[in-house]
């Protein structure tokens, strides 16, 4: 199993710290040849507009959507963004290149200025049961699901309903990020996603 960070801007290094943690074989991706052996894709957080513009400047973008069609992605906070079907319109960026693949409808920096970054924890549904204390979800300028629509499926929501985690086959999507903490199940689940 190989799994590929995306590293064009963003938080690439902490995905690959984790991955290694867990004895993962993981490459930072920086050219799409690259993406030829992986098993799976993480996209970091960052900058959305940032990552979709390197994207498509670095040629990725039709390489990004063959590889989502057959294997697993994983978009966390920008990446969740850049993995959406649709932005709504009030806070898309200008020139936003989006990958367009999974079919859900965000809006980003949804939490409002004064609510830079907090933490939160999550039940998360398809955590197996023995493995499913909260989860303690980092939120950094993020972005919320507004719609979940196809095949879609919400897996994790605020106490105040807000959807903040997607499943779609084996995409994911969380709109905080899991990297940044100390608890795996998220990568670990997504591994799973990877090998199926
Ligand atoms: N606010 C960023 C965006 O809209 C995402 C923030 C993040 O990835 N932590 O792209």
């Known amino acids: 199993m190989k799994i590929g960070v995306l590293a064009l801007q963003g938080a690439f290094a902490e995905h690959m710290t984790v991955l290694a943690g867990l004895g993962v074989t993981a490459v930072e991706v920086r050219l799409p040849e690259q993406l030829a052996d992986l098993d799976g894709l ?43 079907k649709e932005i709504e319109s009030a806070t898309a ?40 204390g909260a989860f303690p979800a980092v939120f950094i300028r993020a972005p919320q699901l507004l719609a979940v629509k196809g095949d879609a499926e919400v897996i994790a929501k605020l106490v105040d309903g807000t959807a903040v985690a997607a499943q779609q086959g084996k995409w994911l999507v ?9 608890d ?8 799973k996603l990877a090998e199926r």
């Open 174 to 182: 969380t709109a905080f990020h899991p990297e940044l903490t100390n």
């Open 184 to 191: 795996n199940r998220f990568h670990r689940y997504f591994l």
């Open 93 to 132: 960026g200008k020139d936003q290149p989006l990958l367009a693949v999974m079919d859900i409808v965000v809006a980003r920096n949804a939490f409002g200025r004064q609510v830079d970054s907090f933490e939160a924890g999550l039940t998360v549904t398809v955590f197996e049961n023995g493995d499913s």
């Open 42 to 84: 993480i996209i970091p957080g960052g900058e959305s507009t940032t990552i979709g513009k390197l994207a498509r400047m670095y040629g990725f973008m039709e390489p990004l959507r063959q590889f989502a069609a057959e294997k697993a992605m994983w978009g966390t906070c920008a990446g969740m963004i850049f993995m959406a």
